[in-house]
C-alpha cells in the first residue's frame, strides 16, 4: 500500500508510485491518492455542487484565475496535457507498427493459423459447425437441459477454438467445462476452461473485455446468481459486445436448496435488459437451437436460462421441430381442427406439462394451440405476419404458463388472459411436490382453460 502525499496533484510522485507497483511481482498494489473535487474553483471545491453540476460561467472565470490559465478560449488544455496526449498518439502508432510486423512475420511462418485469427477477429465461423449439434430423440431417458447444454458445448468445442468459458466455481453443476481441454491460468494462456472462483461481478467483467477481442466467452453460474453479475450484464448490452451467460438452476424446480436460491423474478429482470436476449428452451433440442442461437448472434449478449430438473425429451416427429425456436416462439401443436379456441403458452420446463393439458384439452374436443416460447426478444424481432400468424388477434383466450414472477406476460395473453406463474418466492420440496403445489400441473392448466372458455 502507497499513500501519495498531497491534494492529488503532484504527478512524479504519482508516477514514481505507479513505477514501484510494477516492480512488485508477487502481490496486488494500492496506491491512495487524496484529492479535492472541484479543484481550483474557489466556491465550489470540496462541495456536492462540483460533482452534479456545470461550474458555471463566472466561477469557471475565477477558477480558471485561480489556476493561471488564460481566459480565452474557453475550452483550454494545458500545452503539458497537450504534449501528454500527442506523445499517446505516437506511441499508439508505434505499438500499431510493431504489431503489424510482427503479424506479417506469424502470417509468413503460419499461414493457417493466421488464416484462424483473421476469423477471430471478423467473428466468422467455420462452415459445417451446424453439422455438429447433436440430435436428441424422443426415446431417450428425460434430461435435463442443462445436461443438454454440457453435450452441445462439447460437440462444437472442436469446431470453434475461439468458444472458451467456464463458471463461478460450479462447473459440474453447472455442465460447462470442455472436456480434453486444460484450464487457462499464468502457466498456461492457451487452456479454454476458466476457473472465475466464486466472483460473478468479476466473471461477467472478464467475459465482456473478452468479447470485445473476437473470442466468444461464455460464463455460468445459477440463475439466482445473476443479480451478482447484473451490472456487468447491463454493460454487455450497452456497449453490444457478445458474451454468453449460462444460468441454470432456473427456477423454484432447483428443489430442496429452497427459496434464497430459486429464481423467481430474474427471468422477467434479464428480459428487461434492452439488447440483451435471453433464451428458455424447453428440452435437450430445444437446448441445442438455443446454442446455435448464441453462438450465430452478434452485437448483443445471451442469457440461456437453463434447467436442474430432468425433462422429457419432446416427440419432434409428432411435434413441431425445434428448430422454431429461432423465431422465439412457434406452435408446438395445433387444434386438430379449425382455428384454435385457446393458446396455453409456456417456456422452458413448462412447455412438457403445458403438452399434457394440450393433449387432455384436445381429448375433450376443445381446439387448443400450444405455443412453445423461449425468447420474447426473438420473437419481436419477427415480421407482425408471423406474430399473428402464431397469436391471432381473433383468439383472445390465452393462457401463459411459466415458474416465475408473471410480469410482462399480459403482453402476450391480453385483457382477457391468464397466466399461471409465481407471485410469492418458493419454498423447500422435491420439484414434484413444488408443481403441485403451485399450480404447475396439467390438471391445473386444464382447470384454467376451463375457466377461460367458461366451461
Not at 512524479?12 to 498494489?29: F, G, H, M
Not at 493457417?112 to 431417458?141: N, Y
Not at 407471485?423 to 423447500?428: C, L, Q, V
Request: hydrophobic share 40%; glycine share 8%; with cysteine.
Amino acid at each position: 500500500v502507497q499513500r501519495v502525499p498531497g491534494d492529488g496533484n503532484d504527478l512524479e510522485a504519482i508516477d514514481r508510485a505507479i513505477r514501484t507497483a510494477q516492480e512488485e511481482k508477487e502481490r496486488p498494489s494500492i496506491i491512495m491518492v487524496k484529492t479535492h473535487i472541484g479543484y481550483g474553483s474557489p466556491h465550489k471545491q470540496d462541495t456536492a455542487d462540483a460533482h452534479g453540476s456545470p461550474l458555471g460561467e463566472e466561477e469557471v472565470k475565477l477558477t480558471k484565475q485561480k489556476l493561471g490559465w488564460p481566459l480565452e478560449p474557453k475550452f483550454y488544455i494545458p500545452e503539458p496535457a497537450r504534449d501528454q496526449f500527442h506523445k499517446c498518439l505516437e506511441r499508439g502508432e508505434t505499438l500499431v507498427k510493431e504489431w503489424e510486423e510482427r503479424l506479417a512475420v506469424y502470417r509468413a511462418a503460419w499461414p493457417d493459423l493466421a488464416a484462424e485469427w483473421d476469423r477471430f477477429v471478423k467473428r466468422e465461423l467455420p462452415p459445417g459447425w451446424k453439422d455438429k449439434l447433436p440430435k436428441f430423440s424422443w426415446t431417450e431417458k428425460p434430461m435435463a437441459t442443462r445436461e443438454a447444454s454440457g453435450k452441445v458445448l462439447n460437440a462444437v468445442a472442436a469446431d470453434l477454438p475461439f468458444l472458451i468459458g467456464g463458471s463461478a466455481d460450479l462447473a459440474p453443476s453447472t455442465n460447462t467445462l470442455i472436456k480434453g481441454q486444460p484450464d487457462f491460468s499464468r502457466e498456461n494462456f492457451g487452456g479454454r476452461n476458466f476457473h472465475f472462483g466464486v466472483r460473478e461481478h468479476a466473471m461477467g467483467s472478464i467475459l465482456n473485455g473478452m468479447a470485445l477481442s473476437g473470442l466468444i466467452p461464455y460464463g455460468a453460474t445459477f440463475f439466482i446468481f445473476s443479480d451478482y453479475l447484473r451490472p456487468t450484464m447491463r454493460l454487455a448490452a450497452l456497449i453490444e459486445t457478445h458474451p454468453i451467460f449460462v444460468f441454470t438452476h432456473d427456477s423454484i424446480f432447483l428443489g430442496e436448496d429452497g427459496p434464497t436460491h430459486q429464481a423467481v423474478e430474474q427471468i422477467p429482470a434479464i428480459r428487461a435488459i434492452p439488447n440483451m436476449s435471453l433464451i428458455r428452451p424447453a428440452d435437450a433440442n430445444e437446448t441445442a437451437v438455443a446454442w446455435q442461437v448464441a453462438i450465430e448472434t452478434k452485437g448483443q449478449p445471451v442469457a440461456l436460462a437453463l434447467t436442474r430438473q430432468k425433462l422429457p425429451v419432446i416427440d419432434r416427429q409428432k411435434y413441431a421441430s425445434a428448430d422454431g425456436l429461432v423465431n422465439g416462439a412457434y406452435i408446438l401443436a395445433d387444434a386438430r381442427k379449425g382455428a384454435p379456441e385457446i393458446i396455453l403458452i409456456a417456456s422452458g420446463s413448462e412447455v412438457s406439462v403445458a403438452l399434457e393439458a394440450y393433449e387432455l384439452l384436445t381429448n375433450e374436443g376443445i381446439a387448443a394451440r400450444m405455443v412453445s416460447m423461449p425468447s420474447w426478444d426473438l420473437f419481436e424481432k419477427q415480421p407482425q405476419s408471423y406474430r399473428d400468424e402464431v397469436f391471432p388477434p381473433s383468439v383472445t383466450a390465452r393462457l401463459a404458463i411459466e415458474a416465475a414472477a408473471p410480469f410482462g406476460w399480459e403482453r402476450y395473453v391480453g385483457l382477457k388472459g391468464a397466466v399461471i406463474g409465481m407471485t410469492r418466492f418458493g419454498a423447500s420440496a422435491p420439484y414434484k411436490v413444488l408443481a403441485e403445489k403451485f399450480g404447475f400441473t396439467a390438471a391445473n392448466i386444464v382447470k384454467r382453460a376451463h375457466d377461460l372458455l367458461g366451461r
